[in-house]
C-alpha cells in the first residue's frame, strides 16, 4: 500500500455505516429553523414532521430531523456524534462537493458547516449499484484527545495529474467536533492508495491517534488529524518479546502506539498489547491465564499469549479471553491495558472491512459507548466501567443471540434478539443484563448523545432520515 499527502483534502464527505436496523436517510439541505434557533449556516435540524414507535424513555414529540434524499437506495446514512462536543455530523451533497454539518445533538441549532469538496472518483465496482460496494462517504469519530475530530473519508479512485493513471485511494479530511463557523476548512488531509487485489479487504479502524488503514496482505497506514501520513507496511510490532506482523482486522492507534493482536501461531489467543509498550501477558484478567501452555506431536510444549482484541470504541479495546469455562471478555484501556471490566462470556468479532453490511450483520455492529462513558455495549453485553462489572444478556440454554447497539446514560441498552427474521427489538439493563422484549414495530435508536437519541429510518417514506429525539425527564 502506498502514501501521499496532499495539501487539500481529497474529500470532505462521510457516513456511518448503518447496523442491524434500516438507515435513514434526509434532504441535503436543511429544512428549517430548529427548535434552538439559527446557527452558522442559519438554519438547524428541521423541525420535527416524522412519526415513529421509538423506545418509552424518548419523547416523540421533542426532537429535529433532517433528510437525504441524495442518498442511493442502500447505502448507510452519513452520521456520527461526539459525546464530549454534545455535537451531530451530518453529510449534505451540493452541487460543488459533499458538505459536513455539525449540529447540537440535543436543539439541532447549526454550528458549523465546511467548505465544499469533491469525493474520490467512483471505482468500477462502486459504480454499479447491484455490486454492495460502498459508494458514499464515511464519518467516523476520533476520540481521546483534548479535542475530537470528525474523520470524513471515502473509497474510491483519485491520480496525481493528468499524466497519472487513477490509483485507488482512501482519502480522509478531519474537522473539529466542536467547531462553529461557516466554510470551514478541514484541520488536516491526508489519502492512502488503497490494495486492489481481490483479497486484499482493506479495513478501516478509527481511534484516538487517528485514522488507522489496513489490509490482508499486512498493509498499515495511520493518517493523524495534522493529515501526516505513515506507513508500516513493512514494519513489525513488538509483542510479548517477539516480532510479528500488526492484524489487519484489530489494529488501533494510541497515544503511545500501534495496539494490535499477536501472532496467533499455535492454536491460542495470541495475545495483544501495544507496540513496545504495554502487553497482554501483564494485564491477564484476575483468574485468567496470562500464557497458554499445550503439548502437541512434533512441537512438543509450545507457549503463546493468551487473549485477542475483538472490537475497540472511544479509548478502549474489548478482547476475549481463553479459559477453562466459556472464556470471558474484557474491557482494556487503550494506553495502559489497565482492565476495567469484564464479563463472563466471550463476545464476536467486530468488522471494520470497507463494504456496505447487511441488515442482519452481527459483525458490522460497532462496540458503543454511553454519552458519560461509563457503560460500553458489545454484542449481547452491557460493561460497567465504574464498577467493572459486566453482563451477558444471551447467555444461557436456548437463549437467542443479542447484539446491542447502543446505551444510554441510565446503563439502558437497545437490540435486537435473533439471527433470522423476526428479529426482536429488545432492551437490556446493565444492573440485571435482563434483556426485556419490546413490541415488534419499535423502531431502535442507533446511537445516543446526553439527552438524546438519533434514529436512522426511513420513517414509512422514500427517503432516509435523521431523527434526534430528547430523552423524557
Not at 489496513?214 to 514494519?235: E, F, H, M, N, R
Not at 474484557?330 to 467486530?350: F, I, K, M, N, W
Request: hydrophobic share 35%; with cysteine; aromatic share 6%.
Amino acid at each position: 500500500m502506498k502514501i501521499g499527502t496532499t495539501g487539500t483534502s481529497i474529500l470532505l464527505t462521510g457516513a456511518l455505516l448503518c447496523t442491524l436496523s434500516a438507515c435513514s436517510s434526509d434532504s441535503g439541505t436543511s429544512g428549517g429553523d430548529a427548535a434552538g434557533g439559527s446557527g452558522a449556516g442559519g438554519t438547524g435540524g428541521a423541525p420535527l414532521s416524522s412519526t415513529i414507535a421509538a423506545p418509552a424513555a424518548f419523547d416523540t414529540a421533542k426532537g429535529w430531523e433532517v433528510e437525504a434524499e441524495w442518498l442511493p437506495q442502500g447505502q448507510p446514512l452519513p452520521y456520527a456524534v461526539s459525546q464530549k462536543a454534545g455535537t451531530v455530523a451530518t453529510l449534505d451533497k451540493t452541487g460543488p462537493g459533499y458538505v459536513l454539518t455539525v449540529r447540537e445533538a440535543v436543539s439541532g441549532k447549526v454550528l458549523s458547516t465546511s467548505k465544499p469538496w469533491q469525493g474520490p472518483k467512483l471505482t468500477e465496482e462502486q459504480a454499479d449499484e447491484q455490486s454492495g460496494a460502498l459508494a458514499v462517504p464515511q464519518i467516523a469519530l476520533i476520540s481521546g484527545r483534548d479535542r475530537e475530530y470528525f474523520a470524513v473519508w471515502a473509497r474510491g479512485e483519485a491520480r496525481k495529474d493528468e499524466l497519472h493513471e487513477y490509483k485507488e485511494v482512501v482519502g480522509v479530511a478531519f474537522h473539529s467536533a466542536d467547531a462553529s463557523g461557516k466554510d470551514l476548512a478541514p484541520a488536516g488531509t491526508g489519502n492512502a492508495e488503497a490494495p486492489d487485489g481481490e483479497f486484499d479487504r482493506p479495513s478501516v479502524l478509527p481511534g484516538p491517534g487517528g485514522l488507522v488503514v489496513t489490509s490482508y496482505g499486512g498493509d498499515s497506514i495511520l493518517v493523524t488529524v495534522d493529515g501526516k501520513v505513515s506507513d508500516s507496511s513493512d514494519a513489525k510490532v513488538s509483542l510479548n518479546g517477539e516480532s510479528t506482523d500488526p492484524d489487519y482486522l484489530m489494529s488501533f492507534q494510541s497515544a503511545k502506539g500501534l495496539v494490535t493482536n499477536g501472532d496467533d501461531r499455535f492454536g491460542g489467543d495470541g495475545g495483544f498489547g501495544a507496540d513496545g509498550g504495554w502487553q497482554s501477558t501483564r494485564v491477564a484478567p484476575p483468574g485468567v491465564e496470562a500464557v497458554l501452555k499445550q503439548e502437541s506431536v512434533g512441537s512438543g510444549m509450545t507457549e503463546t499469549p493468551n487473549g485477542r482484541i475483538v472490537g475497540a470504541a472511544g479509548t478502549y479495546v474489548i478482547a476475549n479471553w481463553l479459559t477453562a469455562g466459556d472464556g470471558l471478555s474484557a474491557v482494556h484501556d487503550l494506553s495502559t491495558g489497565a482492565v476495567r471490566a469484564t464479563a463472563p462470556c466471550r463476545t464476536t468479532d467486530t468488522e471494520y472491512a470497507i463494504r456496505v453490511q447487511g441488515p442482519r450483520s452481527s459483525a458490522g455492529v460497532k462496540p458503543a459507548l454511553s454519552p458519560n462513558d461509563r457503560f460500553l455495549v458489545k454484542g449481547g453485553n452491557v460493561f460497567d466501567l465504574r464498577t467493572g462489572k459486566g453482563t451477558c444478556a444471551d447467555d444461557g440454554q436456548d437463549a437467542k443471540k443479542i447484539t446491542l447497539k447502543v446505551v444510554g446514560d441510565d446503563g439502558t441498552a437497545y437490540g435486537l434478539a435473533g439471527e433470522e427474521p423476526p428479529l426482536t427489538p429488545v432492551s437490556v439493563s446493565a444492573a440485571t443484563g435482563a434483556a426485556t422484549p419490546l413490541p415488534e414495530t419499535t423502531v431502535l435508536p442507533d446511537a445516543m448523545a446526553a439527552g438524546a437519541g438519533l434514529f436512522a429510518t426511513y420513517a414509512g417514506t422514500d427517503t432516509m432520515r435523521l431523527i434526534v429525539l430528547g430523552l423524557k425527564h
